[in-house]
């Protein structure tokens, strides 16, 4: 299997790209950050599924992904990452009938404030029958981590109703821990 070169970063127009969620007070009445949490339910284009507890848990799983990753010499610039797929997803691209993209070379991250997780974080850092969950990869290892799992190549499988109940293991996911290359914050 070829190595993708880039990793793309997939976000709504609207919203603009690397936002995060995680960024937003606790119990926020931001008003893109309720649309976000409840879209679903009025647009059929939008297909994110976001529970109750999400925010709650999102947050103890970037904490540890943080802390994985700087024990791993990993030098974080932020507090919480920007996230990006590994090549491309096509599950991902189409999650929300309006999704925008920016692919980015993977020569131009920064292996110090870059890391990784197979797959999707939030899948890797609350599961563990699996040998490469609880674990945060260096962009180093990127090469050795492919070719011994390989590129999760399932997009077509998972649909797209209760996707949250499946494996999900659909992409490698990458997260920038810094403002990344040729964006302005």
Do not use: C
């Not at 937003?24 to 976000?36: M, R, T, V």
């Amino acid at each position: 299997m070829r190595l993708p070169e880039f990793a793309t970063h997939y976000y709504l127009p609207e919203i603009g790209p690397f936002r995060s969620l995680s960024e937003l007070p606790a119990g926020s009445e931001d008003p893109i950050f309720l649309d976000l949490l409840t879209r679903h339910q009025r647009d059929p284009g939008y297909r994110r599924r976001y529970g109750r507890k999400y925010i709650e848990v999102r947050s103890k799983v970037e904490a540890r992904l943080r802390e994985l990753f700087v024990a791993r010499g990993g030098k974080p610039r932020r507090r919480h990452p920007y996230y990006l797929v590994l090549g491309e997803s096509p599950w991902f691209r189409d999650l929300n009938a309006d999704q925008s993209e920016l692919k980015i070379p993977l020569l131009e991250l920064d292996p110090g404030t870059t890391s990784l997780t197979y797959p999707d974080s939030f899948v890797a850092l609350s599961r563990g029958d699996k040998p490469y969950f609880n674990q945060v990869f260096l962009l180093s290892e990127l090469s050795e981590l492919v070719e011994r799992f390989g590129v999760p190549g399932n997009d077509h499988v998972v649909p797209y109703e209760r996707y949250w109940e499946t494996d999900f293991e659909l992409y490698i996911e990458v997260q920038l821990w810094d403002i990344p290359p040729g964006f302005k914050a």
